[in-house]
């Protein structure tokens, strides 16, 4: 097979990743997709999902060529009225009829492997880099035991289990993907997850430890007959939680993150991220602050400099000649699972 001449040659030589996407140029696609979206009474969705994916997609960068988002709208749009009437028939029957409410939520819950895996077929099959698309193994077996079996055992083991249930889970999503017709491995194992719940755990004991402290010091003064606006203690038991809360997720989301990419390997390839709790936490905190503050105007700005800094802190290391990969042939994905995934995160 001849050689793509765009693809080069490279071995051991890190390359960064980048994106090149600007706030005001989001900004404009954001607010009509936002009206559109109240306008058509939620049925533009599937459109603002493409044209905001293709943005994303387009300003991401490796080695000087961008990576495209493929999918079809309409494809989306069926998926995402499929997935609007089930969750629209859960919501009715768990309100008037919540036996037949519990039951359709177990129902939902058996299929979850289902929606995992078409999601997954869905999302990489319409994601391409160097006109090469990337391919997910429809692996229903597994996708069961990872999604259904050890969900159901963490009732039985007092949640221990929890750390090897998202350990296999990611392992699950990676190991099934191929770009091309090379596989992605992932080397990681339970431990290394096991080590991340152990700290955020010891994040959230200290956390609790400073809560008492701080409860014991009002009381303190409060009881030495010092008079205290009822404004100031509440206010002084609701900052301790926020915080934790943003010090947890930017610790969990950063850790989890850098665990996953510096242990996925496509054949001799490896990736290495090096993202920072203490930034993120910046960020987390500073974006939810600017968006609250613009009554959610600077949603399109927050969303852009995560994205910049979270790829400046991903490169990619070449173990060999890059111009090996083979684009698989490929049949067109159902976008039912994704849709309904996605209607299922916005509801959390």
Not at 23 to 36: A, K, M, P, R, S
Not at 237 to 264: D, E, K
Not at 291 to 311: D, F, H, K, N, Q
Request: aromatic letters at 16%.
């Amino acid at each position: 097979m001849e050689s793509d001449p765009a693809i080069h040659s490279a071995t051991n030589k890190e390359m960064p990743f980048s994106f090149t996407g600007q706030t005001g140029e989001y900004f404009g696609i954001w607010i009509v997709n936002v009206l559109l979206i109240i306008v058509t009474l939620g049925i533009y969705t599937a459109w603002a999902k493409v044209r905001t994916k293709r943005y994303f997609y387009g300003h991401t960068i490796l080695d000087d060529s961008p990576f495209d988002y493929l999918a079809n709208p309409i494809s989306l749009l069926i998926g995402w009225l499929i997935g609007m009437a089930i969750f629209i028939t859960y919501s009715i029957t768990i309100r008037f009829f919540p036996l037949f409410g519990v039951l359709f939520a177990l129902l939902i819950f058996l299929f979850i492997p289902w929606f995992v895996v078409r999601a997954m077929a869905f999302r990489l099959r319409n994601t391409a880099y160097r006109n090469i698309r990337f391919v997910f193994n429809k692996n229903y077996s597994e996708a069961a035991l990872v999604y259904i079996g050890l969900p159901l055992l963490t009732l039985f083991t007092l949640g221990l289990i929890i750390p090897y249930m998202i350990y296999r889970q990611k392992q699950f999503l990676v190991k099934n993907s191929r770009y091309g017709q090379t596989p992605f491995n992932f080397t990681a194992g339970a431990g290394a997850f096991y080590k991340v719940a152990f700290i955020a755990l010891g994040i959230i004991v200290a956390a609790m430890i400073a809560i008492a402290v701080l409860a014991g010091t009002i009381g303190g003064i409060t009881a030495a007959g010092a008079k205290v606006d009822p404004a100031i203690i509440q206010a002084a038991g609701m900052l301790p939680v926020f915080l934790i809360y943003f010090i947890m997720f930017a610790y969990w989301q950063t850790a989890i993150t850098n665990l996953l990419w510096n242990n996925i390997e496509l054949d001799q390839h490896q990736f290495r991220s090096s993202l920072n709790v203490g930034y993120m936490l910046w960020l987390y905190f500073s974006n939810t602050l600017a968006m609250l503050c613009s009554l959610g105007l600077l949603i399109p700005w927050a969303r852009v400099r995560t994205t910049r800094y979270r790829l400046s802190k991903l490169s990619f290391i070449p173990g060999g000649e890059l111009n090996a990969f083979l684009a698989a042939k490929q049949q067109e994905e159902n976008a039912i699972g994704e849709e309904i995934g996605e209607i299922g995160r916005a509801h959390d």
